[in-house]
Nanobody
């Protein structure tokens, strides 16, 4: 089946950086899906949309909590979507998931999984930021 695979998580001190990667296993991610998003879920909290990218253009979307610190990008040659996370804070600690939708990103709704309707989800990669 078509699976999304995340990688790049880890443990860093506050102020550190990580780059998460999302790729398709057995299928072309950026060629087959028009909207790819990153979500996170911290223990005891609801899943939160972090960033999303329209793979056919240049549109990107960010949660207010990560603007200026996180950058979502794609490398079509590598068929990978990245989430560069800088100036990490303890409150960024969570399991991070990537998700893909064949449809175009619905603007800022791309950060709301129920409204965007992502059809393919990865298993997640853990990010832990220590104070």
């Amino acid at each position: 089946g078509q699976k999304l695979v995340e990688s790049g998580g880890g443990s860093v001190p506050a102020g550190g950086s990580l780059r998460l990667s999302c790729a398709g296993s057995g299928f072309a991610l950026t060629a087959g899906y028009n909207c790819v998003g990153w979500f996170r879920r911290a223990p005891g909290k609801e899943r939160e949309g972090v960033a999303a990218i329209y793979t056919r253009g240049i549109s990107t979307y960010y949660a207010d909590s990560v603007k200026g610190r996180f950058t979502i990008s794609q490398d079509s040659a590598m068929d990978t979507v990245y989430l560069q996370m800088n100036d990490l804070k303890p409150e960024d600690t969570a399991m991070y998931y990537c998700a893909a939708d064949e449809g175009a990103c619905w603007g800022t709704y791309a950060l709301e999984s129920a409204k965007q309707g992502y059809t393919n989800w990865g298993q997640g990669t853990q990010v832990t930021v220590s104070s």
